[in-house]
């Protein structure tokens, strides 16, 4: 309860504010209105919203600079105070404005989110991502829209999709998309067993020094390995590279002749990377490249190498081989003679 004073005091401070710098007056009220929120007031940060969006003071004041922002609020906040059909009907309004800026798109479908209407929340957050993904490269708005997406969908079960797999590449993180956005995980997060609340803190805390400590690691120097199935549809959709790969175990057996190569100059860290088309193609759009680029694998290696995807090699001979095989690596790609 004393937060919320705080909250609700600091909302009328910032509104006496607002006869002293009358310039500042949208910037102002939307903050008063944030702080009514916190103080878990919605009624008074409507009020201020429809302050903003059809003034009542004289003379009139400056139009807001981007009403589909304060609309987009004023839906979380109508949710907020119970007028559900009144929120989702200013939701479609804002819809059909196709707002130019992401935070009204962001706003209105972790509302819908919050809310559990997961269904909305995933076809307002397609549309989003239709407006601000591009062929030609991932911007930081598109990347926002794609990682929240990709949340709702898991919590819906949905299987994954193109735009899921770009998701994943462009998180930085080394915990996959999967399993920060697994629903279990979100769920205990929210839960009301101090236990549960406690074990996920602990798991979110080892994974940050796990974090921590990749960072602080040189990352290898890696060597791109096609699985089978991944090499053929390569190939087939960019034959170009196939002079460079050739049969699938020409492939094997050049990944391991490169990497003993690299090892006899005395190069340290080496590693291999699994590449997937999927995610090479989410990398060619995010340099803005023809996947078909001749320089593009060894730069997708790279980028794999440095995001923590590469296992080091050489692997201990009874250890199973970098390429999945379900044998030892002595026995299969680390055989005598092999490179």
């Given at each position: 309860?004393?937060?919320?004073?705080?909250?609700?005091?600091?909302?009328?401070?910032?509104?006496?504010?607002?006869?002293?710098?009358?310039?500042?007056?949208?910037?102002?009220?939307?903050?008063?209105?944030?702080?009514?929120?916190?103080?878990?007031?919605?009624a008074e940060a409507l009020a201020l919203y429809d302050e903003?969006?059809?003034?009542?003071?004289?003379?009139?004041?400056?139009?807001?600079?981007?009403?589909?922002?304060?609309?987009?609020?004023?839906?979380?906040?109508?949710?907020?105070?119970?007028?559900?059909?009144?929120?989702?009907e200013l939701a479609l309004s804002v819809r059909a404005q196709a707002p130019a800026t992401l935070p009204p798109w962001q706003i209105i479908g972790e509302t819908f989110e919050v809310h559990d209407d997961l269904p909305a929340a995933a076809a307002w957050l397609e549309d989003a991502t239709d407006h601000f993904l591009t062929p030609d490269e991932v911007t930081y708005e598109a990347r926002r829209i794609l990682i929240t997406r990709h949340r709702v969908r898991r919590l819906l079960g949905e299987s994954h999709d193109d735009r899921d797999h770009l998701a994943d590449y462009v998180h930085s993180a080394p915990v996959p998309l999967d399993e920060l956005h697994?629903?279990?995980?979100?769920?205990?997060?929210?839960?009301?067993?101090?236990?549960?609340?406690?074990?996920?803190?602990?798991?979110?805390?080892?994974?940050?020094a796990d974090h921590r400590a990749?960072?602080?690691?040189?990352?290898?120097?890696?060597v791109l390995y096609w699985p089978e199935a991944e090499l053929v549809a390569l190939l087939t959709r960019y034959p170009v590279?196939?002079?460079?790969?050739?049969?699938?175990?020409?492939?094997?057996?050049?990944?391991?002749?490169?990497?003993?190569?690299?090892s006899a100059t005395g190069v340290p860290h080496l590693g291999v990377v699994t590449a997937t088309l999927p995610t090479y193609e989410?990398?060619?759009?995010?340099?803005?490249?023809?996947?078909?680029?001749?320089?593009?694998?060894?730069?997708?290696?790279?980028?794999?190498?440095?995001?923590?995807?590469?296992?080091?090699?050489?692997?201990?001979?009874?250890?199973?081989c970098w390429c999945g095989a379900p044998v030892p690596y002595a026995e299969h790609c680390g055989r005598p003679g092999t490179a």
């Open positions: 309860m004393s937060e919320q004073r705080e909250h609700a005091a600091e909302a009328e401070r910032l509104l006496r504010k607002v006869l002293e710098y009358p310039d500042d007056r949208e910037e102002l009220l939307l903050a008063a209105a944030a702080q009514w929120i916190l103080a878990e007031r919605p903003l969006l059809h003034p009542t003071s004289d003379p009139p004041s400056d139009p807001v600079s981007s009403p589909a922002l304060v609309q987009a609020l004023k839906v979380s906040a109508l949710w907020d105070t119970g007028a559900e059909q009144q929120a989702r697994d629903p279990k995980r979100l769920w205990s997060l929210g839960s009301d067993d101090p236990a549960e609340v406690r074990r996920e803190i602990e798991r979110l805390r080892t994974e940050l990749a960072l602080s690691r040189p990352y290898p120097l890696a590279f196939a002079a460079d790969y050739g049969s699938y175990p020409e492939h094997l057996r050049s990944v391991e002749q490169a990497l003993h190569a690299l989410a990398y060619a759009r995010t340099q803005a490249l023809p996947p078909a680029t001749p320089s593009l694998p060894a730069a997708y290696a790279t980028s794999l190498a440095a995001r923590g995807h590469a296992t080091p090699w050489p692997p201990p001979r009874t250890s199973p």
